[in-house]
């Protein structure tokens, strides 16, 4: 009987453990037959590491070939955080590395806004004895990975920095822009200039590399998913040398220059005064210097060349005697006499001259820059004539300059006094405001851009060309030509023969024998006209001498005009802010050294 028992028990326990045994061997021919490939491909997926293979940007270069932008290497730090990830540990080791606080290093890497898959950047552009310490040690905190990128370089320093602009990281409000939809997270885009104007060309498409690490975080394999294909080469229409000759100009001074080819509008010079080093923001700007930028009184980072506005001051009355001749109003022979102030509305009218210029016509009226002349002619005209003319050259609208930031400026009318007046009075168009007008002051606020559009105007006859930096650009792997800047002819301004015929006398008239004799170069013919601005500030409080008067008070400096005036090439214009000094002084020298910096090879040739 108990052997019966024993026995029965027994088969119970040998098929109980069958039972069991074979659930084991089912499941694991589920696991490892059935579904092995899947399985073994989640495995491998949790060990892939995908880094991303950053793109060159697109070198930029001169007309002439010479290097303005180009990249470099460099090694950053990254943690790719898990659920289990020491961030104190991470901290400490890191801190150790770069000196940052390691409270500092725990707020960034503990950032609730950050997407807890997205791999951090700890430190950026490490010295390669950086990089060696840590690759010695790195097994001790998992997670933390060298990858190589690739900067920005401008090895010109600040020379041309605001027409090349720089680069950062992308924003979220950014990534919503219809110009930046071939970009993604992360990614490297133009923050201004070319940089911005030219992103689409220069941007590469950024690559791909899978890499297989262990649990503790070594690299066991990798392989290159995609290649990164790198950003088109520009080449520009600057001209370095000329750039270069016109920053010295402006050299500790506040201002702008510009020079336009007059046939095509390619853009030979586009500078602001006082610059910044791009090389500051490669990388990531440092908060510090950020603030210094942001903070100076004298706004390095405004590009005044296309977004500063200023009255025009005397360069404007080029326009007023075009628009006087146009109308019929004023001949060139037309002559006033000027005692140095005329009485018009019941309000004394001043020339700089306080003898007066005498009796002068328009030529001798323009080439010395008589006021109470062009008063007289904007009294006899009125404000329409003026207001015709200058929306036909582009006053008060863009240019479409191919860089980014440019403003239009303010090109007054009675329909502008009605739209932006706060009260009756400030929604009338007066006599006086056709007054000021006439000598280029009042609510007039013009770019040095546009005013060299204007020069453009005058040299070739009336044709208005969009303004553009794009000469031509290359594909980088094969050297075809991607794009090529087009010469876009976007109005022309109707000028009669004898207006023209007027403008070129009296503007080489102004550089011959007037105000603007300093732009003189031995050898070409230049056309020009000056400008003294009084500042938007007003006028300063009487008594004072003009040496003591506070900066905000102090005139505008000013020189526009073309070049070699019997058969003109460029266009420029010149803008000094607040010097207290006529444009004919402090302008003028500047438009010299631009020319002679641009037509150094034909002076040398010819002796001169």
């Not at 097994?139 to 041309?160: C, F, H, K, W």
């Not at 087009?486 to 004898?498: C, L, Q, S």
Request: glycine content about 10%.
């Amino acid at each position: 009987m108990a052997a019966d028992v024993f026995a029965s028990r027994t088969r119970v326990i040998r098929w109980t453990l069958t039972g069991v045994l074979g659930l084991f061997v089912g499941r694991l021919y589920l696991l490892q037959v059935v579904n092995g490939e899947r399985y073994r491909e989640g495995s491998l997926a949790n060990s892939e590491k995908v880094t991303r293979l950053e793109a060159p940007r697109g070198l930029i270069f001169d007309r002439k070939g010479r290097l303005l932008v180009g990249n470099r290497h460099s090694f950053d730090l990254v943690l790719d955080r898990q659920p289990s990830t020491d961030l104190e540990a991470v901290a400490a080791f890191v801190a150790q590395v770069t000196g940052e606080a390691e409270a500092s290093l725990l707020e960034r890497m503990s950032a609730k806004d950050l997407p807890a898959h997205r791999p951090i950047v700890l430190a950026r552009d490490l010295a390669f004895s950086q990089v060696a310490w840590i690759e010695a040690r790195r097994e001790d905190v998992p997670g933390l990975s060298i990858e190589t990128n690739i900067l920005r370089q401008y090895p010109n320093g600040n020379l041309a920095a605001h027409v090349l602009g720089y680069v950062g990281e992308i924003d979220a409000a950014e990534l919503d822009r219809a110009e930046f939809d071939h970009h993604k997270a992360r990614d490297q885009v133009g923050k201004g200039g070319v940089e911005r104007g030219l992103d689409d060309l220069l941007s590469g498409q950024p690559g791909q590399r899978i890499t297989i690490v262990n649990n503790v975080g070594r690299e066991m394999a990798s392989k290159v998913k995609d290649e990164p294909r790198p950003g088109d080469n520009v080449t520009l229409t600057l001209d370095l040398d000329v750039q270069e000759a016109c920053e010295t100009g402006l050299a500790g001074r506040r201002g702008a220059c510009v020079m336009l080819d007059v046939r095509t509008g390619g853009v030979i010079a586009l500078a602001s005064s006082p610059p910044y080093d791009p090389n500051a923001f490669v990388g990531g700007i440092s908060s510090v210097r950020w603030n210094e930028y942001r903070n100076d009184p004298h706004e390095p980072l405004s590009f005044r060349a296309i977004a500063g506005t200023y009255p025009p001051g005397s360069v404007w009355k080029a326009l007023v005697s075009a628009a006087a001749i146009q109308s019929g109003k004023h001949q060139a022979s037309t002559s006033v006499t000027c005692r140095g102030v005329i009485d018009m509305y019941n309000r004394p009218r001043h020339c700089w001259k306080e003898e007066g210029h005498g009796t002068v016509d328009m030529k001798q009226a323009f080439i010395h820059s008589c006021n109470v002349y062009y008063y007289t002619a904007g009294r006899d005209m009125g404000a329409q004539p003026m207001w015709d003319l200058g929306e036909a050259v582009g006053f008060g609208q863009l240019t479409g300059i191919d860089v980014a930031g440019e403003k239009g400026g303010i090109m007054p009318t009675d329909a502008w006094k009605k739209k932006t007046g706060k009260t009756n009075d400030d929604r009338r168009w007066w006599p006086g405001d056709t007054i000021n007008m006439s000598i280029g002051q009042g609510y007039l606020a013009v770019t040095p851009l546009q005013v060299a559009v204007f020069g453009m105007s005058i040299a070739n006859g009336g044709d208005v060309h969009r303004p553009h930096l794009l000469d031509h650009a290359n594909d980088a792997t094969d050297g075809h030509v991607a794009r090529e800047g087009a010469i876009e002819t976007v109005r022309h301004v109707p000028y009669k023969g004898a207006t023209l015929t007027f403008l070129h006398d009296a503007m080489e008239g102004v550089v011959a024998e007037g105000t603007g004799t300093l732009a003189q170069v031995k050898g070409i013919k230049v056309a020009g006209k000056t400008g003294t601005a009084q500042p938007s500030s007003g006028e300063a409080p009487k008594g004072i001498p003009r040496e003591q008067r506070p900066e905000r008070y102090q005139e505008h400096a000013w020189f526009m005009g073309y070049a070699p005036a019997d058969a003109p090439e460029v266009a420029f214009a010149v803008v000094l802010e607040h010097v207290g000094l006529h444009g004919g002084t402090a302008a003028a020298p500047v438009a010299r050294e631009m020319l002679e910096a641009l037509y150094a090879d034909r002076l040398s040739v010819s002796g001169q």
